[in-house]
């Protein structure tokens, strides 16, 4: 997505990093920052401060930061000279975020000027999110030129996410809010823009005529890891159906822009959201699936089940897995189901979307074939991105008659931009931040929409009190996630 063309880079900027010592900052933020300032993109006179509790010295912070690094980046895009003139950019400020009293000490550290932008990154735990926000507004930290960051997830429930909303509003106004999800920032994900609303090819057939349905995976390899006391209150429906593949549902599904400014692209994702079919208790055991993973293999080595892992709650009914049936009531997609699934402890780590078209109307070939008849566009965020259209043609060669096949029409983003590296999700988002570009962020109505949604369904699970049906670690999930799209006549794609 294009940034508006009023929007340039300020000549200065202050990036504060609350959470500076965390894994989301050392893995993922400090990473991207450096990519940024080594292909200068950063503002010239730009600052970073990293902020946590961890009494430490600057060096010693520097030391960790470049560790951690250095396993983050490519070694071929890890360059000595661009880290130490990027170090220099970087300071540690030992705070801690939940006493006010710190928030001096951090205005002192800034030494502020007029005219600086002022980005503040909350990669903090989200009851952070409002106190963080007043004590900036008390400490003068808050001004016009201040924007503020927020990490997933917002809130665990509607009403959080409300108070959040409601607290962060009360110091900065909606255009300086930031609330991220990464997926927005995938280069794939923003492909998705210009494949639907770029191609004449595809638009006429956007819809329930020509399409018969939609499906997102998004599963990992990896267990909860060190994650077990958050998932143990989240589970797979707070951590990634409400914000991860909502937002993907509402990206396939939404209709056309009146342009590409923020509020234009918002105002269509929160149409999509408003018109999701509740799920009623009584429909769960049909059209919902809750799975936890078991002990079982991946790649070949035998991992723990989640009740085994370290640290974890042995009674806990948290899911590791959800597949679900959604229907958007509305002339676009009326009768198109789109099915959702993600899990940890999967085959593999794979993030696509597939739009299963019908088969034509009227089927001359021979009858053993048959199954082959039906169009599919691939759309793979991770690994190996990029876009597939599967189309029938004629197998060649003599003899063979008007045996049909299957083949792709591929563009391959690795392939296609040898040039190009493929930036992180979070250079791209840490970029957007400073030009004060939100296309590729959240709006609270957004945020508010889809909890209205999801609430209905963990409420129900509350008040049915059923257990997440067991899988083996190294599975596709549940049976029961088979047998959730086989009701229909249809299967998952790709599955082996």
């Known amino acids: 997505m294009n940034t508006p063309a009023s929007l340039s880079l300020p000549s200065s900027c202050d990036i504060l990093v609350f959470g500076g010592s965390g894994d989301l900052a050392l893995h993922k933020l400090l990473p991207a920052l450096y990519h940024l300032h080594r292909e200068n993109r950063l503002p010239a006179d730009t600052r970073i401060f990293a902020l946590a509790r961890s009494q430490r010295d600057n060096a010693a912070y520097l030391e960790l930061a470049e560790r951690n690094c250095r396993v983050q980046v490519a070694r071929s895009d890890f360059s000595a000279e661009a880290w130490r003139s990027f170090a220099q950019r970087l300071q540690y400020v030992a705070m801690d975020a939940s006493q006010s009293a710190d928030f001096g000490r951090v205005a002192k550290a800034l030494k502020r000027s007029e005219g600086r932008v002022l980005v503040h990154y909350l990669a903090t735990a989200p009851s952070l999110f409002a106190p963080i926000a007043q004590n900036l507004k008390i400490a003068g930290l808050a001004g016009p030129l201040a924007r503020i960051v927020l990490e997933k997830p917002l809130g665990h429930s ?65 267990g909860v890891e060190n994650r077990g006391g958050y998932y143990d209150h989240a589970g797979a429906m707070r951590d990634m159906v409400q914000n991860h ?40 055991a049909t059209r919902v699936v809750r799975g936890q993973y078991t002990a079982g293999y991946i790649d070949g080595k035998a991992v723990p089940g989640y009740l085994a892992e370290e640290n974890a709650n ?103 931009f040898q040039t190009a590296r493929t930036p992180d999700a979070y250079e791209r988002l840490l970029l957007e931040v400073t030009q004060g570009s939100q296309n590729l962020f959240v709006r609270k109505d957004e945020i508010e929409a889809a909890w209205t949604w999801c609430d209905g369904l963990i409420d129900g699970w509350g008040r049915l009190g059923e257990e997440p049906k067991p899988y083996p670690a190294g599975s596709w999930g549940p049976q029961a996630a088979v047998a959730l799209i086989a009701r229909d006549g249809r299967d998952w794609y790709g599955d082996l």
């Not at 937002?247 to 269509?268: G, K, V």
């Open 158 to 222: 509607l009403e959080s996410a409300l108070a959040i909303n409601q607290a962060i509003g009360e110091v900065f106004d909606e255009s300086r809010v930031f609330r991220i999800d990464h997926y927005l920032g995938n280069e794939t994900v923003q492909n998705l823009m210009a494949l639907r609303f770029a191609n004449t090819l595809f638009e006429p057939v956007w819809r329930n005529g020509p399409i018969d349905h939609v499906q997102i995976t998004v599963s990992e390899t990896l």
């Open 245 to 284: 593949l909502l937002q993907l549902l509402c990206l396939i599904a939404m209709d056309p822009p009146a342009d590409l400014t923020a509020d234009s692209i918002r105002d269509e994702k929160v149409k999509v959201l408003r018109a999701l079919e509740p799920i009623a208790p009584e429909q769960l």
């Open 314 to 416: 042995t009674n806990s009914d948290a899911e590791t897995f959800v597949a679900l049936r959604v229907a958007i009531r509305n002339w676009r997609w009326s009768g198109v189901p789109f099915y959702l699934r993600t899990g940890k402890r999967m085959p593999q780590k794979l993030s696509q979307i597939v739009i299963h078209f019908k088969e034509p109307p009227h089927y001359i070939f021979a009858p053993e074939q048959r199954s082959l008849i039906s169009n599919r566009l691939i759309i793979r965020l991770q690994p190996d991105e990029g876009i597939s259209l599967q189309v029938m043609t004629k197998d060649q060669g003599l003899g063979k008659g008007m045996q049909l096949r299957t083949g792709p029409l591929q563009l391959n983003f690795s392939e296609t």
